[in-house]
């Protein structure tokens, strides 16, 4: 009967790891879809101060234009830490060159090719 316990005590400690490592995952993809929404919506600012300033014969409000590039670098920065985490929640690595995720094995990234080093 002790066994049985310890059994039980032990599936219940791995099924609550797991659910937790599942939370963790869904925060990270959530965040990965906010922050690309967030750059879009700042490269559509971007575009939009670009295309008036052109229509109207006006000249670029500088300071906007580099406040939306800093705050999409930023995002952009966001972004690829959200991907890390996210990728060893699922036990991938990340290609440094097109941030594919693949598996953790891998000696080439699935999608363009690049050979991962011993410590990646």
Not at 66 to 93: P, Q, R, S, V
């Amino acid at each position: 009967m002790e066994r049985i316990i310890s059994e039980i005590k032990t599936t219940a400690g791995k099924v609550a790891k797991k659910s937790g490592e599942l939370v963790e995952l869904s925060k990270a993809k959530l965040n990965i879809a906010n922050t690309k929404s967030s750059i879009n919506a700042n490269l559509k600012i971007l575009g939009e101060l670009i295309y008036f300033s052109h229509r109207d014969e006006t000249e670029i409000d500088s300071d906007k234009l580099e406040e939306t590039m800093e705050k999409i670098d930023e995002l952009y920065e966001k972004l690829a830490e959200y991907d890390e985490i996210a990728a060893g929640l699922m036990n991938k690595k990340l290609c440094p060159d097109c941030r594919k995720a693949n598996e953790s094995d891998a000696t080439f990234c699935s999608k363009c090719g690049y050979k991962f080093t011993e410590d990646e």
